[in-house]
T-cell receptor
Framework: ETGVTQSPTHLIKTRGQQVTLRCSSQSGHNTVSWYQQALGQGPQFIFQYYREEENGRGNFPPRFSGLQFPNYSSELNVNALELDDSALYLC?????????????FGPGTRLTVT | DQQVKQNSPSLSVQEGRISILNCDYTNSMFDYFLWYKKYPAEGPTFLISISSIKDKNEDGRFTVFLNKSAKHLSLHIVPSQPGDSAVYFCAASEDGGKLIFGQGTELSVKP
């Protein structure tokens, strides 16, 4: 059974640039959620994708967007990067948006915005 | 508004003793609660969960207790081992959607 993988591991971007982070879900899982974890804080929900559609969104501006592909992998795109976007971005997969509450996390992508 | 709170940023315990990590929540609509463990430079690892219809769930050395009237849950680790040293997050879910996390408690188990 393959776990959740994320790429890249680390990324350094300049303010105003755009970034794309990628996630492959655990085999058999059809739902992907994205979280942002700032230093010293718990992960904060960005959005969730199920059947290639957004299925819930947290308190993040529209410049945070995502995609889910037919193979259930996913991308997180952030436009017009700000210094406060520097954080660990975590992807989590689960079997269904409802009925299976456990979400399994990847190792994360550390984004630094300078 | 912090719906899930872990009021102890850190906890130090002797190896072999019990570790008790606490978590409080405010939203009575939460119906599922989870504990995750996180090592530096890794993603959170799922540990144990509990449905709101139960008050206790046990898995090996880990037991989670839920007190709905107090809106409080706790994770007990017995016996504690040095490898348990990590940051522990509690999380809550409503209808299986997003997880809402606490701020985390850093557990240090000393030999």
């Amino acid at each position: 059974e393959t776990g959740v993988t994320q790429s890249p591991t680390h990324l350094i971007k300049t303010r105003g640039q755009q970034v794309t982070l990628r996630c492959s879900s655990q085999s058999g899982h059809n739902t992907v959620s994205w979280y942002q974890q700032a230093l010293g804080q718990g992960p904060q929900f960005i959005f969730q994708y199920y059947r290639e559609e957004e299925n819930g969104r947290g308190n993040f501006p529209p410049r945070f967007s995502g995609l889910q592909f037919p193979n259930y992998s996913s991308e997180l795109n952030v436009n017009a990067l700000e210094l406060d976007d520097s954080a660990l971005y975590l992807c989590a997969s689960s079997l269904a948006p409802q009925g299976s509450y456990e979400q399994y996390f990847g190792p994360g992508t550390r984004l630094t915005v300078t | 508004d912090q719906q899930v709170k872990q009021n102890s940023p850190s906890l130090s315990v002797q190896e072999g003793r019990i570790s008790i990590l606490n978590c409080d929540y405010t939203n009575s609509m939460f119906d599922y609660f989870l504990w995750y463990k996180k090592y530096p430079a890794e993603g959170p690892t799922f540990l144990i969960s509990i449905s709101s219809i139960k008050d206790k769930n046990e898995d090996g050395r880990f037991t989670v207790f839920l007190n709905k009237s107090a809106k409080h849950l706790s994770l007990h680790i017995v016996p504690s081992q040095p490898g348990d040293s990590a940051v522990y997050f509690c999380a809550a879910s409503e209808d299986g959607g997003k997880l809402i996390f606490g701020q985390g408690t850093e557990l240090s188990v000393k030999p």
